[in-house]
């Protein structure tokens, strides 16, 4: 009996060696930057964006996978699946949602179902991953779906930012856009939430905005098992620190490490490093 494909796009920030093993589609965004467009991390390396920005050059544009770009991972993921579940963020961050939408509208005899995860980065790619391990063991195509929607009822994304002046450029701050004329003198510790950045704390210190980023992991978590990934732009070793204090202080089922991609890179400049995660309940999702 087939099993369900599991589609997402490059927005989710997975470690490759997951999507190998769990046989993940994913569709690349793109990023254009002086007449030349390459897929998301596929034909440049975030590095490659940060120094772009860094320099004072213009800014690279983004953009999202075309119909035709899904209905050939769609068609492919046809010829070994029963049925697809495509997961994405929300319309209020990217326009692949919808672009999926349309796409799955295409497809005849096999049904495929979009997912709004209403995050992004790795709590986007912790929900495909629940997503793909529900299929791998044989579930439905409803059964995946409703794993997908646990997880992603629950998954938070917190993280500590070098400027906003990315986020605000493109149109993703919300809430956070208070803080503007006041980047000098804090370090605000920023969460996402139903597809806006909005603001948790406010820190003058680095140091103490890490405490304040663990201690809202901790109150999420209440004692139980997490899974975890942290993840970083262009700030490695912090984001290395960062990983030693979530695998000290919490009982990890699993934590990863990630980098942005390219074009979430250009969405925030570099500098930032957080984590995602999610909290197990008892018994299990």
Not at 24 to 44: A, W
Not at 45 to 59: M, T
Request: hydrophobic share 45%; with cysteine.
């Amino acid at each position: 009996m087939k099993k369900i494909a599991i589609v997402t796009d490059s927005s989710a920030t997975l470690p490759e060696a997951l999507v190998q093993e769990l046989g993940i589609y994913v569709v690349p965004n793109f990023l254009n930057f002086e007449g030349q467009t390459f897929r998301d991390g596929i034909d440049i390396a975030p590095g490659e964006v940060y120094r772009w920005l860094r320099s004072g050059k213009d800014i690279p544009t983004t953009a999202a996978p075309s119909m035709g770009d899904f209905l050939r991972v769609y068609a492919a993921a046809g010829r070994e699946a029963s049925g697809v579940v495509s997961i994405h963020m929300s319309p209020d961050l990217s326009a692949n949602y919808n672009t999926a939408t349309m796409t799955g509208r295409l497809i005849d005899g096999m049904p495929v179902r979009v997912v709004d995860c209403h995050t992004a980065a790795m709590g986007q790619g912790f929900v495909v991953l629940e997503a793909a391990r529900a299929a791998a063991s044989g579930a439905s195509l409803e059964e995946v779906v409703a794993r997908a929607l646990q997880v992603a009822a629950k998954v938070d994304v917190v993280f500590i930012i070098g400027t906003l002046e990315y986020l605000h450029r493109g149109g993703r701050i919300g809430g956070a856009a208070m803080l503007l004329g006041k980047m000098l003198q804090i370090k605000p510790v920023l969460y996402l939430a139903d597809g806006v950045v909005d603001v948790f704390a406010r820190s003058r210190s680095k140091a103490r905005a890490t405490r304040i980023l663990l201690q809202r992991v901790a109150d999420r978590a209440g004692g139980r098992p997490i899974h975890a990934a942290i993840f970083h732009a262009d700030a490695l070793e912090e984001a290395e620190a960062l990983q030693q204090k979530v695998a000290e202080q919490f009982d990890c089922v699993e934590l990863y490490m990630t980098e942005f991609t390219p074009v979430i890179g250009a969405h925030t400049g570099p500098g930032v490093v957080g984590v995602a995660f999610y909290a197990d309940c008892k018994g299990g999702v």
